[in-house]
């Protein structure tokens, strides 16, 4: 009967995650997500389905969003990374933050870091052309809340639209 090897490989591996490089000796098959939890205590992203289904992990890589728990962290070793930690700029909110704070687009809490990265990301994917709240929802339909802020949400990504034109 051949045994199977439990040992697993690790390298030292570099990841520049909200303007910081960082070198991290780690599984090869760790996820971003578990690099960005458990190595670098980054917890806004959070894990949920850990399928890449709910959306609650959500960080930018290179500006676009990205489910952090469907990728390695060693296929991002020359990305920048951007986590809901790294948006606020001098102590001030991001826009986005402080819309979901106005219009109220949380109830637990749970999912809106990745609810405010792929927001984030929507509006620079439409690219300054305006979105209707109907396809604000089809966009965001990738990150689930289970308290259902859906109509919150939307008027808070509007909010921001608005404000950027």
Same mark, same amino acid.
């Given at each position: 009967?051949?045994?199977?090897?439990?040992? =697993? $490989?690790?390298?030292?591996?570099?990841?520049?995650?909200?303007? =910081?490089?960082?070198?991290?000796?780690? &599984?090869?098959?760790?996820?971003?997500? &578990?690099?960005? @939890?458990?190595?670098?205590?980054?917890?806004?992203?959070?894990? +949920?389905? &850990?399928?890449?289904?709910?959306?609650?992990?959500?960080?930018?890589?290179?500006? @676009?969003?990205?489910?952090?728990?469907?990728?390695?962290? %060693?296929?991002?070793?020359? &990305?920048?990374?951007?986590? %809901?930690?790294?948006?606020?700029?001098?102590?001030?909110?991001?826009? /986005?933050?402080?819309?979901?704070? !106005?219009?109220?687009?949380?109830?637990?809490?749970?999912?809106?870091? +990745?609810?405010?990265?792929?927001?984030?990301?929507?509006?620079?994917?439409?690219?300054?052309?305006?979105?209707?709240?109907? !396809?604000?929802? !089809? @966009? /965001? =339909?990738?990150?689930?809340? @289970?308290? +259902? $802020?859906?109509?919150?949400?939307?008027?808070?990504?509007?909010?921001?639209? !608005?404000?950027?034109?």
């Amino acid at each position: 009967m051949a045994e199977h090897s439990t040992h =697993s $490989a690790t390298a030292l591996l570099e990841l520049h995650v909200n303007g =910081s490089r960082h070198v991290l000796p780690l &599984d090869l098959r760790t996820t971003l997500l &578990d690099a960005l @939890r458990e190595h670098l205590g980054l917890y806004g992203a959070k894990k +949920g389905c &850990d399928q890449g289904q709910c959306g609650a992990c959500t960080v930018h890589v290179n500006g @676009r969003r990205s489910l952090a728990c469907l990728s390695l962290a %060693i296929a991002h070793q020359q &990305d920048e990374i951007t986590t %809901i930690e790294g948006l606020q700029q001098n102590g001030a909110l991001h826009p /986005m933050q402080q819309a979901f704070l !106005e219009f109220d687009g949380f109830q637990c809490g749970y999912c809106t870091p +990745g609810q405010i990265m792929s927001a984030i990301a929507l509006l620079a994917e439409a690219a300054g052309h305006p979105l209707s709240p109907a !396809e604000i929802r !089809e @966009r /965001m =339909s990738g990150n689930i809340c @289970r308290c +259902g $802020a859906y109509p919150n949400i939307v008027e808070a990504i509007q909010h921001v639209q !608005e404000a950027a034109k």
